[in-house]
């Protein structure tokens, strides 16, 4: 139990970023639905339409909801200029605020459309304007119904806030997100105990208030107002009360070799006098986006991402040329500098267990085409969505009976359990040799390589000492070395590591 406390301890940050992410969110969905409910509660058409488009809203998964204002907010960068961020903070924001509009919103229309209308008639008839029947009479009767559905925003706010890690905005989905891929099950219990503890100690907070309006006792709704605001107020000391020097964003996907060439470059850097932030489990386009528009301002990229997803390549060239293009495209179009690959290769390939494997009589992605359609194939949330695999399913006419997505590291297990026969493994996983797995050879070479590449954005590129303190790094890495490195995070039991302390095992063994 001792790491767990120690983990649930160490979440100061990601706490204090969460109270404010979510309290800002729900702040912003009243600051929109109480006008909007006084509005509704006085026109049938505007009720129905903001009902229907705050229901509308809540069907759409919080994860997509987020993912949705990443673009929108980049699209409108070519209006607004670039200082409006697309990660991070304000896509969050918009995201949570329409999601904990619904609750706030239904709640305050109910309770306009249930007052008495005697009471109604009564605040006419003693000649009251219609700006004093609210304040006066309409408002105070409403506000412990209008403070039932807050109470039920601020809980979905901050359980959804934790998907807020996925497009780089720090919060208690950081230990979730990071220990769900690295197997580090102390860290998703601290992660869910904290965002639970909060959403409890929330609902109690403002429940007072409720009861205090209820009851027309301000002494209780001021002690939980009172409770509330310094939640707050020690949450914006945490954030913004320390030493607020600029840092360097690094920017990781949602796997191990992520986290741990992240913490690499980072102890780099920091050794070099830098302070450093870390945004973890972001998705390709997310990443390569951010690092153009400098919402980050480094990350690991490779070859074949960047030839697909961003140049629209589906031809392959040879590793050379391919590189060489994508340095010349990167420096004309996003403004990014390619530093140079780090020396290893993390290219997509089909594994399948060396039992299955010989038992189908499988050595090739043409042998796996004969045989797919009595199996089932594993991928990566992303992977089925992405060029590579279009391209390999149409250049072998994979036609298979099941197709599934897995995280990452559930992917491992899936195959050991045969919940999958084949999956979309990477090349430079220590667990294709754990777990004796055989990879599949590409004859038709559909599938393009995937060297390693240091990515740094336009303005962190000018400076000559950031680049200088990474130059090391590049061609270091070998192959054998990553996947021992990943493999000491992903593995179950003794010798499992923590992406930081694989960094520096990384580091001392290859001498950086």
């Known amino acids: 139990m001792s790491g767990f406390w120690e983990a649930l301890f160490g979440l100061g940050d990601q706490l204090a970023a969460h109270v404010l992410l979510s309290a800002s969110a729900i702040g912003l969905g009243i600051a929109v639905a109480l ?30 909801l987020l993912a949705l204002f990443f673009p929108i907010l980049l699209s409108l960068r070519a209006v607004f200029g670039e200082g409006l961020p697309t990660l991070g903070f304000l896509p969050a924001l918009l995201a949570l605020s329409l999601y904990a509009l619904l609750p706030i919103l239904r709640n305050a229309i109910t309770a306009q459309a249930n007052l008495d209308p005697g009471v109604l008639e009564a605040a006419d008839g003693v000649g009251m304007t219609p700006a004093q029947k609210l304040r006066l009479v309409e408002a105070p009767l409403s506000a412990p119904f209008i403070m039932a559905g807050i109470r039920t925003a601020a809980v979905w706010t901050i359980g959804a806030a934790t998907l807020a890690t996925t497009i780089g905005q720090p919060s208690l989905g950081d230990p979730i997100f990071a220990g769900l891929q690295t197997q580090n099950w102390v860290l998703v219990l601290a992660g869910c105990a904290a965002s639970a503890a909060l959403a409890l100690i929330t609902d109690a907070l403002l429940g007072l208030i409720e009861r205090g309006l209820l009851l027309r006792r301000a002494g209780l709704s001021l002690a939980g107002v009172g409770a509330v605001a310094l939640g707050i ?87 050379d040329a391919m590189y060489d293009e994508i340095v010349r495209w990167e420096t004309e179009n996003s403004g990014a500098m390619v530093l140079g690959k780090l020396g290893f290769e993390n290219a997509y390939a089909f594994a399948m267990r060396e039992d299955r494997a010989a038992a189908l009589g499988i050595a090739t992605l043409d042998d796996l085409a004969r045989a797919a359609p009595q ?30 997505n897995f995280s990452p590291t559930f992917m491992y297990n899936a195959l050991q359990s045969g919940e999958a026969d084949v999956i979309s493994a990477y090349t430079s996983d220590g667990r294709i040799a754990a777990d004796r797995l055989v990879v599949l050879a590409d004859p038709k070479e559909a599938l393009p390589s995937y060297d390693a590449l240091v990515m740094i954005s336009p303005e962190a ?30 593995r179950e039991g003794e010798g499992k590591l923590s992406p930081k302390d694989a960094a520096a095992q990384l580091a001392a063994e290859l001498g950086l």
């Open 233 to 319: 107020i020690a949450a914006l000391f945490v954030q913004f009360g320390g030493n607020q020097e600029t840092r360097i964003v690094i920017g990781a996907k949602q796997f191990s070799e992520q986290y741990i060439l992240a913490r690499l470059i980072g102890s780099k850097l920091e050794a070099a006098g830098y302070a450093v932030e870390y945004r973890d489990g972001l998705g390709s386009a997310v990443v390569h986006n951010a690092i153009a528009s400098n919402d980050l301002d480094i990350s690991i990229d490779y070859t074949g991402t960047i030839w697909t997803n961003q140049l629209k390549r589906s031809d392959n060239p040879g590793r």
């Open 35 to 64: 006008p909007l409910a006084v509005w509704a509660s006085r026109s049938p058409t505007v009720s129905k339409a903001a009902l229907g488009f705050a229901s509308l809203v809540q069907t759409i998964p919080a994860l997509a």
């Open 461 to 490: 590129s000018q400076d000559a000492a950031l680049v200088a303190a990474l130059k090391p790094l590049v061609g270091a890495i070998n192959v054998n070395a990553m996947r021992e490195a990943n493999f000491s995070v992903d």
């Open 375 to 404: 199996l089932t194939v594993g991928g990566d949330p992303e992977f089925f969505e992405r060029p590579e695999w279009i391209a390999v399913r149409n250049a072998y006419g994979f036609r298979f009976e099941g197709q599934r």
